[in-house]
């Protein structure tokens, strides 16, 4: 295979790829409104494409099957076919089938059996056949007849349309591609038509020609030349005998006066020559001065500069090591900007030099950032056939209404919350939605529905799955939760507790192994995958309308921004987003009860918890306090200074060391110092257990 | 002296066998669609390009390449810009009705390299 081969077959996998998917969507959708008819166009579109892409590449076999299917879908959107659920089935095999042509090329899979895309072709035809009996062959163009194929003379008059300018046809330009195929003999240019300069309109055309010629291969190459103008503008095209050329060729005057010894061929000629320069021509007339001209013609070629803009397809990983250097660049910036400090002073035009560095800076990061952005649509959309498939098997009726789908967020985010939404969708689809009789026996729509949305909020993400099911039955929990261990015999879970207790190890409401989420991953998973990335989850459920999972993540991982303080002469930062609120010390305001420490804080009372003592460190000067957040929790941490915002970069500390409790990784600071990234949320989470 | 052309296709396909079929003699540019093309036009020109030759395909989500031609001949940069219209054997009424929605030629795919480089050729100034 040739190197441009295998591009175009790169190529076009991606499209098909896309293809495919825009195929599946619309045919959920069509499920819901067989009948709606831009649905069905973009099918037949998606589809069409899909046939057009496969001819590029030679796969025969896809634009064979593709091309059947073509002409059902013309069918149902000329309504020569009236949609079925029977059609739709034929569709969503077709579309497996397809797809597994596809992946057997990209060696992602094996090829279909041979006897399922006969059925399928045969099921295809079958339906096809009722509306429009043997419509399988194409129509062709008329091949032209084969008469004056050889060598003969031909007079051809042109008349073009006043507006011909306007379709892109230019007929200089079919004169001398006709002059490049035959033997002009003769030209005869009409100009009787053309206004006085005045009225004159200088994009109309006036001019007809006939032009005599000598073709060595017939009429064909003639009719090629004027194939497209022949559609609408006058061309005739007559075969002409050999006797009748003297006449014509009597009507240039050129000739004339040279066959009657007046001139000579040279001095046409360069009569002739002066005509094709327009700028020498015009500046003798007096029109416009030579140095205009020369300006003009410089001033084309500068034009002709072309700019390119074109797309680039890039490695992630070049671009996460992209991100690391900047992200390197940001914290050597800060060390000079320490090392100047410590100085003692700073000129202005260093001062000056170094804010110009950040804004550049500020701008790569956010420019290389944004190259990472994607929509969350791509991660989302395949849920669709997931929910159908799963609802499906358990008879259960349910629509997924996607929201928010062009939501950008990091790629390496959207790869890393595909599992966790599959299986909250698949719980949802399990435990969330009733089946229909029960539904209508509370009094519900029997068809169910779950609403997953994307949208942006505070500099985070929010998706949001809700769903009008049954919601989360406290009684259940807790009969459960005590069954299995996590609950004392005799207690009662408040709705609050059952909704997270449903997260934690060990507890599983899943009654039984479905054949969907196969070994039942639980909420837990579910959650612990949420937090690797930063992120949280919460849940709200009212019970017998449904539940709503909330999950904010992070837009990014690769460069967070946070907060620098001082514990017992450790140095640590905690990340902007975990960070409510500084405040000084006020003893009186501490709170004591029992063992613990509280403060009041938006009206609520939360725990103390003095970090330096949480971490195993010395005591230190304990004179600030910083409220960290994580979902919807407060706590208060005893700390001994706040220092600064820093960009930093977060190195993962489990690669070269072990996991240190309640920290998320370290960073590099501005003098070279290691600051370990403090992790509120298991602060918090720990807390709270 | 660089000659333009831009490609208008959903098919990324397309838009690559395009490319590389011209290349060699031509600078091409691509869209996804009609509306793709319009701003794409608009930008070309606004940084002092021009363009020699548009392709586009009939078939096309958002805008197509009917409503696209109309649009085109509308526009005072690009109205005399030949146009060629991809079409498919199944579509010979197409041909027409580009025609008259102002479209210069079309070109049958799928398409040989060189039959494209040709009718190219036909309908660049």
């Known amino acids: 295979m040739s190197d441009i081969d295998s591009e175009m077959l790169e190529v076009f996998l991606t499209d098909a790829e896309e293809q495919l998917t825009i195929l599946e969507n619309e045919l959920l959708n069509m499920e819901v409104n067989p009948d709606d008819e831009e649905t069905i166009k973009t099918i037949f579109r998606s589809m069409h494409t899909l046939k057009g892409s496969a001819g590029f590449v030679n796969l025969t076999e896809v634009e064979g099957f593709t091309h059947k299917l073509e002409n059902l879908l013309s069918d149902l959107r000329d309504k020569k076919l009236k949609n079925s659920p029977e059609i739709i089935e034929i569709l969503f095999q077709s579309k497996d089938v397809i797809n597994g042509m596809i992946n057997a090329i990209s060696t992602k899979g094996e090829p279909p059996d041979q006897a399922k895309i006969n059925e399928v072709e045969k099921m295809i035809h079958d339906i096809t056949k009722t509306v429009s009996p043997g419509e399988d062959q194409v129509e062709m163009d008329e091949e032209p007849s084969d008469e004056d194929s050889n060598k003969s003379f031909f007079r051809i008059e042109l008349k073009f349309r006043t507006d011909v300018y306007e379709t892109g046809t230019d007929p200089i330009l079919l004169i001398e591609d006709l002059s490049r195929q035959c033997n002009v003999i003769s030209t005869t240019m009409k100009i009787k038509s053309v206004p006085l300069l005045p009225s004159l309109k200088p994009f109309e055309n006036q001019l007809s020609w006939k032009i005599i010629v000598e073709s060595p291969k017939g009429r064909k190459p003639i009719d090629d030349v004027f194939m497209f103008a022949a559609i ?8 002409i005998e050999e006797d009748e050329l003297e006449v014509v060729e009597e009507s240039r005057i050129g000739e004339l006066l040279i066959r009657e010894g007046y001139l000579d061929e040279a001095e046409i000629e360069e009569v002739m020559d002066k005509h094709m320069k327009i700028g020498e021509e015009l500046v003798k007339e007096g029109k416009v001065t030579k140095k205009i001209v020369d300006t003009v013609a410089e001033k084309q070629e500068q034009i002709r500069k072309i700019q390119r803009t074109n797309t680039l397809r890039i490695d992630t990983e070049k671009l996460d090591r992209i991100i690391e250097s900047i992200g390197e660049v940001v914290v050597v910036k800060s060390r000079i900007r320490e090392i100047m400090e410590r100085k003692g002073w700073m000129d202005l035009e260093e001062e000056a030099t170094l804010t110009e560095l950040d804004r550049y800076i500020n701008n790569l990061q956010k420019d290389v950032m944004d190259t990472r952005m994607v929509p969350i649509k791509d991660t989302l959309l395949p849920f669709r056939r997931l929910v159908r ?25 959207t790869e890393k919350i595909k599992d966790p939404l599959k299986h909250m969708l698949r719980n949802s ?31 985070e993400v929010l998706i949001q799955i809700s769903d009008d099911g049954k919601g989360i039955d406290k009684e259940a929990v807790t009969k459960k939760a005590i069954e299995r261990g996590l609950l004392e015999e005799g207690k009662v879970l408040t709705q609050e507790e059952a909704n997270k207790m449903i997260f934690r190890a060990g507890f599983s409401t899943a009654e ?5 989420s196969g070994r039942g991953v639980g909420m837990d998973v579910v959650k612990d995958n949420i937090n690797s990335i930063q992120g949280e989850i919460d849940i709200r459920s009212i019970p017998g309308e449904g539940s709503t999972f909330t999950i904010h993540i992070p837009l990014t991982l690769a460069i967070i921004e946070g907060i620098l303080i001082s514990v017992a002469n450790n140095r640590m930062i905690i990340p902007i987003q975990s960070v409510v609120k500084f405040l000084p010390i006020e003893t009186e305001k501490i709170h004591r009860v029992n063992e ?3 403060i009041e804080f938006q009206n609520a009372y939360i725990p103390v918890i003095d970090l330096s003592r949480q971490l195993g460190f010395n005591d230190g000067t304990k004179e600030m306090l910083i409220i960290v957040q994580s979902g919807k929790s407060n706590i208060a941490l005893i700390i001994d200074e706040v220092i600064g915002k820093y960009q930093i970069v977060i190195k993962s500390l489990e690669e070269n060391f072990k996991k240190v409790k309640y920290c998320a990784g370290a960073t590099v600071l501005g003098d070279g110092s290691v600051a370990l990234i403090l992790d509120a949320k298991s602060l918090i989470r720990n807390y709270e257990h | 002296m660089n000659k333009n052309v831009l490609i208008v296709d959903d098919s990324a396909t397309v838009r690559v066998a395009v490319k590389m079929a011209l290349k060699k003699e031509y600078e091409v540019i691509d869209a996804k669609n009609g509306k793709d093309a319009l701003d794409r036009i608009e930008k070309f020109y606004a940084g002092g390009n021009r363009l020699n030759l548009i392709i586009t395909d009939i078939n096309m989500p958002i805008m197509g390449g009917m409503e696209f031609i109309k649009e085109v001949k509308k526009n005072r940069n690009v109205k005399f810009v030949p146009i060629l219209v991809l079409t498919t054997e199944s579509q010979t009424n197409m041909k027409m009705e580009g025609k008259k929605a102002g479209a210069t030629g079309w070109l049958v795919k799928p398409f040989k390299p060189e039959q494209l480089l040709d009718v190219a050729k036909k309908v660049i100034r």
């Open chain 1, 232 to 239: 609408d503008n006058d061309i005739s095209i007559e075969m």
């Open chain 1, 389 to 413: 498939d799963v609802a499906k098997k358990q008879e259960k009726e349910i629509e997924l209404e996607i929201l928010g789908e062009s939501t950008e967020l990091d790629k390496t985010i």
């Open chain 1, 429 to 459: 689809v399990d435990h969330g939605i009733e089946s229909p009789e029960e539904r209508e026996k509370a009094g519900k729509d029997p068809k169910g529905k779950i609403i997953l949305e994307a949208s942006h909020q505070n500099g």
């Open chain 1, 512 to 516: 039984k192994i479905t054949d969907i």
């Open chain 1, 596 to 598: 613990e420490q509280t």
